[in-house]
């Protein structure tokens, strides 16, 4: 069966192709598409439910311990010292395709 040549799929611009061929992507298909993909999807689901609402317990016992509860960075002006030596950066450009 290794040997085993088909005919084109189409009728002018397609060739012989081995049966093998057709074999490989079968097996490969079958890793993806099986009875255990279901009960793959509910596992994942399940956890992805449990691990946000663990960390969302997380993150406000952090948020309790540190006292941060009403921050907002929005409100948080920056530093005089920081501006003042912001101002001395000269602004420069990066192009990412000739990094210059």
């Given at each position: 069966m290794a040997n085993t040549t088909m005919c084109p799929i189409c009728d002018k611009f397609c060739n012989f192709w081995p049966l093998k061929d057709a074999c490989d992507m079968t097996s490969y298909k079958r890793l993806f598409d099986n009875g255990s993909t279901v009960y793959f999807s509910m596992f994942m689901s399940l956890w992805a439910v449990v691990f946000l609402e663990l960390w969302n317990r997380y993150s406000a016992?952090?948020?309790?311990?540190?006292?941060?509860?009403?921050?907002?960075?929005?409100?948080?002006?920056?530093?005089?010292?920081?501006?003042?030596?912001?101002?001395?950066?000269?602004?420069?450009?990066?192009?990412?395709?000739?990094q210059t």
């Open positions: 016992e952090l948020t309790h311990r540190w006292d941060v509860y009403g921050y907002d960075p929005e409100e948080e002006h920056p530093r005089p010292e920081y501006l003042a030596d912001l101002e001395e950066v000269k602004e420069t450009r990066v192009n990412f395709v000739t």
